[in-house]
């Protein structure tokens, strides 16, 4: 490239020369440095505003941890409160103590109280019938008094299946009853068995059920 010569020139256009090599220089460092720059500063700031908002967000959370923790508290007082409504358990010798508390109470006769086995869960339904018979000799008015207090446990207790009859000495106690109170237990969904195949044992014989 052949050299530019000033020689002869006038005094400007060495001028002109020199601010057009000047803004060479700076276009150029601004392209190489300081874009490069610029792009880290966007970057910088954008995982600022990131964590600015992360920051929000968990300083949001923490003032509601007291409101979690109180709705938490009252959750388990309600699951609590169910429990004792509709037990997943039968708790059979304390309803035998409340119950000969009210027959005690009543100034009755316990003839029997008969615990069966508890029924499988019918429909899908969460919750076993569990029938309790009772049989008791006592006075009229005592007996309806019984079936009010029955029906105040903390767990669900019907009565039903009330046969009633006069005895033939009437001097302490006038009348005979035998009911069921009726009470449920809860019973833990199972698991969905897995899905057969429908494939055959070795040798081509059907596998077999439980039972003989």
Excluded at 85 to 94: A, M
Excluded at 163 to 190: C, H, M
Aim: hydrophobic fraction near 40%; aromatic fraction near 8%; charge should be neutral.
């Amino acid at each position: 490239m052949a050299a530019i010569s000033l020689e002869g020139k006038p005094w400007y256009y060495g001028l002109a020369i020199g601010v057009v090599l000047a803004g060479g220089m700076v276009f150029a460092a601004d392209y190489f440095l300081i874009e490069d720059v610029k792009t880290q500063i966007k970057s910088a700031e954008s995982q600022i505003k990131e964590l600015d908002t992360k920051i929000e967000q968990g300083r949001s959370a923490q003032r509601k941890l007291p409101q979690f923790r109180e709705e938490v508290h009252r959750l388990e007082l309600e699951l609590e409160k169910l429990r004792r409504i509709l037990p997943s358990t039968r708790n059979t010798e304390e309803i035998i103590k409340k119950i000969k508390s009210l027959v005690d109470q009543g100034d009755f006769v316990l003839h029997k109280m008969t615990f069966p086995k508890i029924a499988p869960a019918q429909g899908g339904d969460p919750y076993a019938e569990w029938p309790i018979t009772i049989s008791v000799d006592g006075r009229y008015h005592n007996l309806a008094i019984l079936f009010n207090r029955l029906s105040n446990f903390s767990r669900i207790m019907n009565v039903e299946q009330i046969n009633i009859q006069a005895l033939s000495n009437q001097q302490d106690r006038t009348i005979t009853s035998e009911f069921v109170a009726k009470t449920f237990v809860y019973v833990e969904p199972s698991a969905a068995p897995p899905p057969t195949t429908g494939t055959k044992p070795a040798g081509g014989a059907p596998a077999k059920s439980g039972g003989t």
